[in-house]
């Protein structure tokens, strides 16, 4: 996949054009010696009042070095001082190596304990351990790890990494887990970046190094040194920070906790910044699509269609189709060594393209449909938020922008496999998109509703004499719901692909033995995708009481615990995307049983979703209907006790008790 950002901002920072993703065996500098462990350190004991319970960061220093960065060499050193004060404080001891680039090198490691006594255990370098990963759905990287040694409850740890990469240290994560007592960072910047043609003629008066605090209750203290006229470092310094507190269903933790963001700018405000791009999105787009009347034979076989909808929705599962994706190359494909192309021509002629020129050549379908779609630009926000006052490119997605008879858009992406028209990643929902050529830059990316992203279940069982539950399942998915899966299974390969449904319903489906897989429209966007199995429970089902038998329908389904239980909340809800979920059992029984009691039906609704239990019986039979509804995944705080009502009702549905008894007693 190519870069997004574009050509001159790729050269400003830097870090967009690599070489080989393969890291190599580390070569280590020089060790350097310790400072001295000071009488206080040994003072710091477990501290409610401030929030000290497992251990503390006694000392963070970071040392961040672009005064090479013209030839794409930074080089950053990380150290760390932690006192440990109990169990839980030890697994400060397992470090990985942090993660920044492919291509970064590993330069040093020292890490050493520290007891009382003045023992001290040191790492051995043969002791890092490394491992290769996954980290994105293009290249596999080597992470390196280790275990500081000697480490007990009561003693302090540190550690030292060294680190040269290709691109700049960007983000410092001030808040930790546990408290940090002080911290600095040393930004030696560059003050020859002009020395690049292409940036002394986008940013003539030069390049000047910036910086956003975020999410701290204090200021962080900045010098600039040696004086503001001679600027060849800033210093920043901080103490007393409190722990970052994690919650499920939270925005990233990049957005929330307290960081500091360093980047290099020309641009005098960010609204002249973003203007810019904006400005600059058209002529990007029409660079890649080029002269000729390649795109205009294209679109030529959908003119017959009666609608401007119909004909870019056929246009949209046509790129979907026939170009080969190469954002989501498969083993085999990859082996191929296939490149990316250059060209909206030369993708469309070789069939084949990444996912963002897959929609920039969409783009330029519409358009010549006289359909007045925009390129736009997103971010993953499970990775992170835009930070517009930030004046750097941060996006990470790109989509196409189709106005709406409201006044707004409607974002779509082809270039996401398995993505149905009409949507965007959930991913990207609920965020702002950078709309290039139109009369506001940022636009609101609205969620999906809850009826985009439908689970129907229904399950046909029969009650056998040894009280086990056997019979089939049909499953219907729709949306977000059924590209998860698609997507997962097309990771995994076409030979894979039942086992991957498989696990998947033994999941949702926990006392059933999953048999039989039959899928149908796997790879149609545009289709809801169908599932059948048959089913058996693995040991017999209910509780017998006397001559009565209790059976738990719902308990039958997926888990319904709430995640939603703790009395007070920091930070706002925000789940994957709206959906709606429909189970209908049916448990038909023998002669032998007679219905005693059902549940009463249940219904619980607010304006952030619904639940609803409805059980019924007729000749012989026991059905059950369960619906939830999320209507919106994301809730302030000023509702969280509305969306905990919501769960625990979902949760409340567990209790409700089918009561069988033996005919004649």
């Given amino acids: 996949m190519r870069s997004l950002l574009p050509t001159g901002f790729a050269i400003l920072a830097t870090v967009l054009i690599f070489t080989s993703a393969e890291a190599r065996k580390p070569s280590y500098d020089d060790p350097v010696s310790w400072d001295s462990i000071a009488a206080s350190e040994w003072e710091i004991a477990p501290d409610s009042a401030k929030e000290i319970h497992s251990g503390a960061v006694i000392f963070e220093r970071v040392e961040a070095d672009d005064q090479k960065m013209t030839d794409d060499q930074h080089y950053l050193t990380i150290y760390r001082r932690v006192r440990v ?29 520290i007891q009382r006594s003045g023992d001290t255990a040191s790492l051995d370098l043969e002791q890092i351990r490394v491992k290769q990963t996954l980290k994105s759905d293009k290249f596999k990287v080597n992470v390196y790890s280790f275990s500081i040694p000697g480490v007990t409850s009561d003693c302090i740890i540190e550690w030292r990494i060294k ?16 408290p940090l007592l002080k911290g600095e960072l040393r930004w030696k910047i560059n003050r020859s970046s002009t020395d690049n043609w292409l940036l002394a003629i986008l940013y003539p008066t030069g390049l000047q190094p910036y910086y956003i605090a975020q999410n701290l209750d204090k200021p962080v203290n900045v010098q600039r040194l040696p004086s503001l006229k001679d600027l060849k470092e800033l210093y920043f310094t901080i103490t007393d920070v409190p722990p970052f507190k994690d919650e499920v269903y939270s925005l990233p933790q990049k957005a929330l906790e307290g960081n500091l963001h360093l980047y290099y700018s020309g641009s005098t405000s960010p609204a002249a910044f973003w203007g810019s791009i904006a400005g600059g999105i058209p002529r990007w787009l029409e660079a890649y699509i080029g002269p000729g009347k390649h795109i205009k034979k294209v679109v030529e076989q959908f003119d017959s269609l009666p609608t401007p909808d119909a004909r870019a929705e056929a246009a949209y599962y046509w ?8 954002s989501y190359r498969s083993d085999a494909d990859t082996s191929k060594e296939l490149k990316d192309t250059e060209s909206a021509a030369e993708a469309l002629k070789k069939r084949r393209a990444d996912d963002d020129d897959i929609n920039r050549i969409y783009c330029d379908m519409l358009r010549t449909m006289n359909i007045d779609a925009k390129m736009a630009y997103a971010l993953d926000r499970t990775e992170n938020l835009l930070v517009e006052e930030a004046m750097y490119w941060q996006f990470d997605q790109t989509l196409v922008a189709i106005p709406d008879s409201l006044g707004g858009f409607k974002f779509v992406s082809p270039g996401h496999k398995f993505l149905p028209f009409g949507s965007a990643p959930w991913y990207v929902e609920g965020i702002s998109a950078l709309v290039g050529g139109g009369t506001t830059m940022f636009q609101a990316i609205p969620f999906s509703t809850s009826g985009n992203s439908k689970t129907i279940s229904v399950l046909n069982l029969d009650l056998t004499e040894e009280m086990n539950l056997t019979g089939t399942l049909s499953e219907t998915r729709t949306g977000h719901r059924a590209r998860g899966i698609r997507i997962d299974c097309f990771d995994a390969g076409s030979a894979d692909a039942s086992r991957v449904i498989r696990d998947k319903l033994r999941d949702r489906y926990t006392h059933f033995e999953i048999d039989s897989v039959v899928c149908e429209n796997l790879e149609a966007a545009n289709k809801p995708l169908k599932v059948a199995a048959k089913l058996t429970t693995s040991q017999p089902v209910g509780d017998l009481v006397g001559q009565r038998l209790l059976i738990r329908p719902v308990e039958l389904l997926e888990k319904s615990e709430n995640p939603f239980t703790a009395e007070t909340r920091v930070h706002p ?15 038909a029984f023998s002669s032998e049983w007679t219905v005693d009691a059902l549940p009463a039906d249940t219904v619980f609704a607010n304006r952030l979703g619904t639940c609803g239990l409805h059980v019924t019986t007729f000749d012989g039979h026991v059905a059950i209907q369960r619906v939830f509804k999320l209507y919106s995944p994301f809730v302030p705080l000023e509702q969280f006790t509305e969306l905990q009502k919501l769960y625990s009702a979902r949760q409340a549905q567990s209790a409700a008790t089918v009561s069988l008894v033996r005919a004649g007693s």
């Fill in 85 to 113: 004060l109990n169990e839980e404080g030890k697994s400060w001891a397992d470090v990985e190596v942090p993660y920044y680039h492919r291509d970064q090198k590993l330069r040093g490691v020292q890490a050493r304990s």
């Fill in 163 to 178: 680190l040269k990469m290709p691109v700049q240290y960007s983000y410092w994560a001030i808040q930790k887990s546990i």
């Fill in 319 to 326: 790129l979907q189709d026939s170009l080969l994706n190469l």
């Fill in 573 to 587: 809800v925000i789940m994957s995307y709206p959906f709606e979920t429909t189970d209908a059992i049916q448990i």
